[in-house]
């Protein structure tokens, strides 16, 4: 993470006192470890493990060992409040590599992570490295082939992120990668990834929904009923941020990839 997103990242941290009043739990910290289905881990990263939303479901709600991954001070506190295990270490150094033996996990977790990277490549080595064979790999990350991004520049002719902007200005200045859902399949399938299923996360856990629903309970309802059928009905390349579960294996890719809709 760039130096200045990482200052930007600690102001909106640093704002918030605890940890739920932070703005920004979404539906992909909700959806953990539910997507872990009948996997049945037992070593778990969470490379970017941020104020420790998902982590701390993964470790209230699965058994497994858990290690968290974070280099932001400010996101230390509360990772340590949550009492989550720490090994902090750049992911987005392309000299060093993650801190663990070859085959240490059978599932590692990137949430919105890849595209604050400047050096992918490496990112997604690592991953592949510290994965045992058979290991599964849950990446998500802004697709920005999906309406909620891409109606921005097409009808209005701005970026999709905006630096006046302060509901979005840390994203331009954080993201430096801009990957859709079809790129981010190929590029991981190109390490020698497999797609295994691909989650897509409904509203209705995150605090931007139940603010809707307070505010009106028709608006929300609508509103999640619209997003259940979009998400049933069309391909994944259409969803805002699609959970993308891959696996490390020799086998050939699967005919039809299984959609689920949490």
């Known amino acids: 993470m760039r130096e200045f997103s990482m200052k930007q990242e600690e102001t909106r941290l640093n704002e918030n006192e605890t940890l739920m009043?932070?703005?920004?739990?979404?539906?992909?910290?909700?959806?953990?470890?539910?997507?872990?289905?009948?996997?049945?881990?037992?070593?778990?990263?969470?490379?970017?493990?941020?104020?420790?939303?998902?982590?701390?479901?993964?470790?209230?709600?699965?058994?497994?060992?858990l290690i968290c991954n974070e280099i932001s001070p400010a996101c230390?506190?509360?990772?340590?409040?949550?009492?989550?295990?720490?090994?902090?270490?750049?992911?987005?150094?392309?000299?060093?590599?993650?801190?663990?033996?070859?085959?240490?996990?059978?599932?590692?977790?990137?949430?919105?992570?890849?595209?604050?990277?400047?050096?992918?490549?490496?990112f997604i080595k690592e991953i592949k490295r510290v994965l045992s064979q058979g290991g599964f790999l849950y990446i998500t990350t802004p697709n920005y082939a999906a309406p909620e991004y891409i109606l921005n520049p097409v009808l209005r002719g701005?970026?999709?992120?905006?630096?006046?902007?302060?509901?979005?200005?840390?994203?331009?200045?954080?993201?430096?990668?801009?990957?859709?859902?079809?790129?981010?399949?190929?590029?991981?399938?190109?390490?020698?990834?497999?797609?295994?299923?691909v989650y897509i996360a409904q509203p209705?856990?995150?605090?931007?929904?139940?603010?809707?629903?307070?505010?009106?309970?028709?608006?929300?309802i609508i509103f999640h009923s619209l997003m259940t059928l979009r998400h049933r009905i069309l391909s994944p390349r259409w969803a805002s941020e699609p959970i993308l579960c891959f696996k490390k294996t020799d086998e050939p890719p699967q005919q039809k990839v299984r959609k689920v809709v949490f």
């Open 21 to 65: 009043v932070y703005p920004e739990f979404k539906e992909r910290h909700r959806v953990f470890p539910a997507i872990f289905e009948q996997r049945q881990h037992k070593n778990i990263l969470d490379s970017s493990a941020g104020i420790g939303y998902a982590a701390q479901r993964i470790r209230d709600g699965y058994s497994a060992k």
């Open 204 to 220: 209705g856990g995150s605090e931007r929904y139940q603010n809707l629903y307070k505010k009106s309970k028709a608006k929300a």
């Open 76 to 122: 230390f506190p509360d990772l340590k409040k949550l009492n989550l295990p720490i090994v902090s270490f750049d992911l987005d150094d392309s000299v060093s590599n993650f801190p663990f033996p070859d085959g240490s996990f059978d599932a590692v977790v990137s949430l919105v992570t890849i595209e604050h990277l400047l050096n992918v490549d490496h």
């Open 158 to 197: 701005r970026s999709y992120h905006d630096p006046l902007d302060e509901s979005s200005r840390y994203e331009f200045y954080a993201h430096v990668r801009y990957f859709t859902y079809i790129t981010l399949l190929e590029f991981i399938a190109s390490f020698g990834f497999v797609l295994d299923t």
